[in-house]
Every structure is written in C-alpha cells, then in structure tokens.
C-alpha cells in the first residue's frame, strides 16, 4: 500500500489553444478539469494500474468539493482532512506541439490545528503501508517543520519516506534524509547549488545527496528519460513520444510507477523503467490524465546499457 499526502491539492484546469499571445483574448478549442496536486496524481496513477494506494488531502471551500466529487469518480481512495480556506484551481495552457505553461494559485492558508490534523491524518493512513509520499508545495502557514513530523512518525510505524517538492521545502524535506527523492532536472539543481547541463553531473549530483544519506535518488529528465542512483547503482532509462500532448503530472505518473515497481519487489533497474514507461504514457494524454495499463503498453522504454554519460540534457 503506498500514502500520498498532497499539502497543497488543486483542481487542474487544463485549456488547449493554438498559441499562447500575452495580452489577447484566446479561445480555447477544448478544456478538461482533473483532480490535481502532486500526491494525488501519484495515487491517481496507482489506482488506475489497479495498485492499493490513500491520497490524503486538505480539502475546503467549492474547488474542495469539485476535488473529492473528481477523486470518488476515479475510483481513489481518499481521507479528507476539512480546512477553513478554499483549496487551489491551476491553471495549464497546452500548445499544439505540446508545450505546456502552469498557472498555479498559492493556495488557503492552513492553521496549525489545521497542519497538525493533516499530518496525524497521514500517520494514521501510514500504518501498515509500504511507502509514504509526501509531495508537491506547501501551502502558505505551513512551517517546513512539517517535513520532519511526518518524516519520524512514517518511520516509526515503519513505512519509507518519500518526497517530491521544489525550492525551500524541498531543501528542508531532504535534510530529514527520505528514503526516496524524485528531483526533476532543475529541482536537482536547486538541491546542489549548480547547474547540471549533462547526465554525468546529473550523476555526480544525485551521489552527492546519497552519500549525505538519501537511499534513492530518481532524477526525472523530461524527454531525456530518468536516472536512478543508489548507493551501490545507478541506471539509466528512457522512452520516445512521437506526439508530447501535456506534460503536467508526468513527473507523479513516473514516480507512481517507481514507487509500484519497488512495492512489488522489483529490482531497482526494472522499477525505472516502470516508471519511466509510467511518465512516458501520461506525455502522451491529455491535461493531467494518468495512464491505464493498456497506455502503459503502448510505450516502449528502454534501459541504457551503458549511462550516456556525455548526454546533454535538454537539447
Ligand atoms: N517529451 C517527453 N518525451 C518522452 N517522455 C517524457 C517527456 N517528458 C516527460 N517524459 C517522461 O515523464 C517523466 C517525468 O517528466 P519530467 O522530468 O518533465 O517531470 P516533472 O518536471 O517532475 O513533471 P511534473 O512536475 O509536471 O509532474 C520523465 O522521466 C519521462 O519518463
Ligand atoms: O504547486 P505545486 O504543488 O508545486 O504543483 C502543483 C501541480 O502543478 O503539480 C501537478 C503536476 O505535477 C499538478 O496536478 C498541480 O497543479
């Protein structure tokens, strides 16, 4: 069983348009509203591969409602944990040729009684579950503290600690030393303090932050595929999308399918490219849609022999 704790949920409005013109009025030929925030795309993903997952999340105000309606309809499981303040609509403009732009609210303001019943809520669905994830933002009035509450009660009952944030959290939630983190190319950059332009100083980065204590470290690389590296291994895999539609949660998805991929006992080579097949096939649908099995199928990711150290990312 694998937890997801989303702090700072959303509703996903995806848009399509033919071009983003700052300053126009632009009609959108399609729209599409999904539950969002980064923990709930994980379980999102997990259950539609029939995989047992919880997605806790804060929930208020209409867009509150809209996200648990959404959640029900997709079959997730989920404890709401009632706030006072209204949760976030996102918004993503999506380009025919697949270019993606965010538009994301800050998000309500959560007390302490509400933080503290949010993270009791998580400790309480991490009983007897294999993995907890904690990922995305942080609303605002949630200390970084939070990181390592969540961090010790999800190892005292057992259960590893997963993380995936950006910017001042996501440095606040690595010093708790989770067992997995899942950076994508700019967030590992922010972790180490530099630029990281080839996949040899993306692994030279990603072994920096296991030898500080980190036991995973998965490097989500956009079209460049994935890297995994753990203290003794480090694998690279990748697949093509001939047509990119939205790439919005496709970082949740690849995580998602890591995280099932090692719940089932794979070893950690075939995890990646489960994962990677798992982000790859959400490229390829639209908004924040996950993949079914039968999506999945129809990527073909493949493990590098070798690291190809020298690669550029991003070209
Ligand atoms: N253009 C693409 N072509 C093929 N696969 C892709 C492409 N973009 C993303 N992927 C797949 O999706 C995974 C996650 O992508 P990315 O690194 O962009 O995540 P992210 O930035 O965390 O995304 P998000 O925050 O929207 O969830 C990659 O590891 C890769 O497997
Ligand atoms: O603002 P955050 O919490 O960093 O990210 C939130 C978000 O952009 O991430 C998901 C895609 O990964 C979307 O469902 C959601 O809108």
Redesign the pocket.
């Known amino acids: 069983m694998i937890v997801t704790l989303t702090p700072n949920p959303s509703v996903d409005h995806a848009l399509v348009i033919d071009e983003l013109e700052r300053g126009e009025v632009l009609r959108a030929a399609d729209a599409r509203l999904d539950a969002g925030g ?1 923990g709930v795309n994980v379980s999102r993903a997990l259950a539609a591969n029939g995989a047992e997952t919880v997605a806790v999340v804060p929930v208020g105000g209409h867009q509150g409602h809209l996200l648990a309606d959404l959640l029900g309809a997709t079959g997730v499981s989920h404890r709401d944990v009632p706030i006072s303040g209204a949760i976030r609509m996102n918004v993503s403009v999506l380009e025919p040729d697949g270019t993606t732009t965010k538009l994301n609210e800050p998000g309500p303001v959560l007390s302490e009684a509400e933080t503290r019943a949010m993270v009791d809520a998580t400790l309480s669905a991490a009983e007897g579950a294999a993995w907890v994830a904690v990922c995305g933002s942080l609303p605002p009035g949630v200390s970084t503290d939070v990181y390592s509450d969540l961090a010790d009660g999800v190892r005292a009952r057992g259960a590893r600690f997963v993380v995936d944030s950006s910017g001042a959290p996501f440095l606040a939630a690595v010093a708790t030393k989770p067992n997995l983190i899942k950076p ?2 700019e967030e590992l950059a922010e972790l180490v303090g530099h630029d990281l332009p080839t996949l040899r100083d993306v692994l030279a980065a990603a072994r920096e932050l296991v030898t500080s204590g980190i036991e995973i470290v998965a490097v ?4 460049d ?2 890297l995994l590296v753990t203290e003794g291994d480090a694998a690279h895999a990748q ?3 001939t047509t ?1 539609v939205s ?6 998805c ?1 995580l998602a399918g890591l995280l099932h991929g090692l719940a089932s006992g794979l070893p950690i080579s075939e995890a990646l490219v489960g994962g ?1 097949a798992w ?2 096939a ?2 390829a649908l639209p908004g924040s849609s996950v993949p079914t099995p039968d999506d999945v199928r129809r990527v073909a990711p493949a493990l590098s022999p070798e690291l190809p150290l020298s690669l550029e990312l991003g070209h």
């Not at 989500?220 to 079209?223: E, F, I, N």
């Not at 790439?247 to 949740?252: L, P």
Request: net charge positive.
């Open positions: 980064k994508n190319h989500s690389l956009g079209a595929g994935a697949a093509k999308v990119p790439t919005v949660g496709a970082g949740d690849m990677v982000g790859s959400a490229v």
